[in-house]
Nanobody
Framework: VQLQASGGGLVQAGGSLRLSCAAS????????MGWFRQARGKEREFVAT????????YYASSVKGRFTISRDNAKNTASLQMNSLKPEDTAVYYC?????????????????WGQGTQVTVSS
């Protein structure tokens, strides 16, 4: 699976952005997907994950209620809708895919990674 993330940019606090992840490869529809982020000088952290079917989703406590992960297996895409953005959401955001259908919070359990897209939230 090859992943291409897009949709990042500069937004004011309180604004919204929608990140997209385009996947190639026949295994996308059988793979759990995740979004992670890495702020400058910090470790990569979990943001959200979605199961292969899209039925199960999980979020980091810091984004729950503000971010929504979704996927469209027919189009081989995954998305992250980000609302009520805060300056602390500023980071490079990565989409990732597992080799299994089950969700995971751990970056080490994802084997396919996109190149990252920068999100900057100004105060």
């Amino acid at each position: 699976v090859q992943l291409q993330a897009s949709g990042g940019g500069l937004v004011q606090a309180g604004g919204s952005l929608r990140l997209s992840c385009a996947a190639s490869g026949r295994t996308f529809s059988s793979s759990a997907m995740g979004w992670f982020r890495q702020a400058r000088g910090k470790e990569r952290e979990f943001v959200a994950t979605i199961s292969q079917s899209g039925v199960s989703t999980y979020y980091a406590s810091s984004v729950k209620g503000r971010f929504t992960i979704s996927r469209d297996n027919a189009k081989n895409t995954a998305s992250l809708q980000m609302n009520s953005l805060k300056p602390e959401d500023t980071a490079v955001y990565y989409c990732a895919a597992r080799s299994t259908s089950m969700v995971s919070w751990s970056p080490s359990e994802y084997i396919y990674w996109g190149q990252g897209t920068q999100v900057t939230v100004s105060s």
